[in-house]
């Protein structure tokens, strides 16, 4: 007997900022520790991570969504998850929160190395463009309207 199987390729760019844009992740080593971690939770939902970076403010994830996970559930497992982590990491870090919003982004199998250079270069890049213009730039490129008024928090 042939069973059926159900398969999918769903690649999202996702970025979230700390809350209210807080310079909280200046430690290089601490960030890199943070995208271990994070890439751990997503293999944990076998949404398997491809790239995560950022910046002191914010950070980029570049995954795989499995067929079976809504991208709230990942949003909200990374972000829970990683922000318990990092209170962990010392007493500096007591207050860190993410933004409650996120932006998630579809990109296309073809458009991945794009995706991943892009997100490999967020040093270089925010040296000239905050995250605020950053993100209206990637959710005018995918044609998302932003409320200027509530996507600040």
Request: charged content about 25%; proline content about 1%.
């Amino acid at each position: 007997m042939e069973m059926s199987q159900s398969h999918a390729r769903v690649v999202l760019h996702i970025t979230c900022s700390t809350k209210g844009r807080a310079a909280s992740l200046k430690d290089l080593e601490m960030r890199k520790e943070l995208y271990k971690y994070q890439a751990g939770i997503l293999k944990e939902i076998k949404c398997h991570a491809i790239l995560i970076n950022g910046v002191a403010d914010h950070l980029h994830i570049l995954c795989n969504l499995h067929r079976t996970v809504s991208i709230a559930e990942l949003i909200e497992k990374v972000k829970s998850a990683s922000s318990a982590w990092v209170k962990k990491q010392g007493t500096q870090y007591a207050k860190f929160a993410w933004q409650s919003g996120y932006g998630a982004f579809s990109v296309s199998q073809s458009k991945v190395p794009e995706a991943k250079k892009y997100i490999a270069n967020q040093e270089t890049h925010h040296r000239k463009m905050s995250f605020q213009e950053e993100f209206r730039v990637l959710c005018e490129k995918h044609e998302i309207e932003i409320d200027e008024r509530y996507v600040w928090d």
